[in-house]
């Protein structure tokens, strides 16, 4: 597992370490856990059929994490991160609908990477990251307007860029990011939506396990929160959309 995620991370390490100056300590983090996620869609424009609706589904998954570090003398120092959220089982997704109540099944998967310019100071650090995620809605038995549709499979995909500030302490990790950049296709519709607004957030806290275990790993919780404001057009709608996370993972650094 080290060699592999060293090989994903490698083409940023070499770079970043050198602006990090001598007497640079490098790290590698790789981790597992369980996570819960929460999806909603909301629409209140009465000129799209079936709204208002609210729908909501949730479910739990796998989480993998893998993240690549250094920190020079200076006190400046990056870190490059993929983490992926892997479908286990299906939810049912609800759409309580102006017209009557539409149930599919639903499963969400998302692929994320990310890389921090960090500074260290007495009492954190600080720091800017960008961001690139994948994230993929996948849907069956979904019915438009009540019709079946030809493919029993409709998927749609949200492609962004992100930009973003870090807060730390010796124990909190705190984010928060706006959209640079997005791109949303549904495999139902010919249409593609740009809108921008919106935003994602997150927390983490650790707890090191080495006194109990005498192992490098450490326990991580996290909450995270992604939300679009969606996009109207005249022929489709790309619903106002939120996705919260509740994770815990085992991580080990070397």
Known sequence: MRWAARALLAPLSFALSSLCGA????????????LWWQYE????????TGAPFHSRAEQVALRLCVQEGAVGDDGWGWSSTLSSIVPLLRATEHW???D???????????LDGRLTLRRTLQQ????LFAAARWQQQAR???????????????TETIRSLWAGLLFASRRLEIRAALPLWVRTRNSSI?????????????????????QWLAMPLHLRAAYRIQ?????????????KNRFQTLSLAVEGRW
């Open 124 to 127: 954190g650090e600080v720091g």
């Open 41 to 48: 869609e909301i629409a209140s424009d009465t000129r799209y």
């Open 96 to 98: 309580p609908r102006a």
């Open 100 to 110: 009557f109540l539409q149930t599919n099944d639903l499963r969400i998967g998302q």
């Open 23 to 34: 007497g640079v300590a490098e790290a590698l983090e790789a981790g597992a856990g369980l």
């Open 140 to 154: 069956e038995r979904f019915r438009k307007n009540g019709a079946p549709l030809p493919d029993p499979l409709i």
């Open 227 to 239: 939300q679009f404001a969606g996009e109207a057009q005249t022929t489709a709608l790309w619903p």
């Open 190 to 210: 010919p249409n593609t939506f740009r809108n921008r607004r919106g935003y994602r957030a997150g927390a983490s806290l650790h707890l090191p396990l080495a």
